[in-house]
């Protein structure tokens, strides 16, 4: 029975159709896994290097007559992309056309009332792309999507990948990123009404979630 160690882009739906599981759920609800299910909470949220037991498939009998012809349904897990589109002043880009690709796969979509667009796609997806060029719309878009890529909010990289998927400049990577960062992070805390600290603590961690969406 073996040990995956999380690579950067792994999430659990997509390590569970690696190994031939229908669902990530006989992963997730394992026992061996119980104290990663705490300390990730996101089963779709996973860092590099943490580790993830894979049981052994359990094979499920099924006692019918012969004499009559009988249907079985096999369940498969889906595995839905959310995105929300905003313009510069943070308001949606309501009810406009977009196209988005996923591994190879285009899909032509229109976002909602609260600029959501979100598309059913493969449990294995790794890349994407989402292209918004419209002289209607607001704003013009092409955005490279890598899928399970983000890291928890508990860890900076995840705080980073965060604050500027929400249009907070962090300067990752660059000379003054630790000054940057911590002006984001003011600048988020001041936006959604936290103490402003700069220091991107427990609760501005949870409003990141929760604003973020995961």
């Known amino acids: 029975m073996p040990i995956h160690t999380v690579q950067q882009g792994d999430y659990l739906s997509k390590i569970a159709a690696d190994h031939g599981f229908a669902s990530h759920l006989p992963i997730w609800n394992h026992g061996q896994n119980a104290d990663l299910k705490q300390l990730r909470k996101n089963p779709e949220v996973l860092y590099p290097g943490d580790q993830v037991f894979v ?23 889906t595995l839905k992309l959310r995105l929300t589109v905003l313009d510069m002043s943070q308001q949606p ?9 996923v591994d190879g796969t285009v899909y032509n979509l229109t976002t909602d009332g609260t600029g959501l667009v979100e598309q059913e796609v493969p449990r294995q997806a790794t890349t994407g792309r989402l292209v918004m060029d419209d002289d209607t719309v607001p704003i013009h878009l092409d955005v490279k999507l890598l899928i399970g890529h983000l890291d928890p909010a508990t860890e900076k990289s995840g705080q980073i990948g965060r604050l500027e998927n929400l249009g907070y400049h962090t300067g990752s990577g660059g000379p003054d990123e630790e000054r940057l960062f911590k002006r984001a992070v003011e600048e988020f805390q001041c936006d959604h009404h936290l103490a402003v600290d700069g220091i991107c603590g427990p609760q501005t961690q949870a409003a990141l979630e929760r604003v973020h969406g995961s």
């Open 55 to 77: 049981p052994e498939k359990e094979t499920k009998v099924e006692s019918r007559g012969t004499e009559v012809r009988h249907k079985f349904r096999a369940l498969k897990e």
């Open 93 to 101: 880009v309501a009810n406009k056309p977009c196209q988005l690709t």
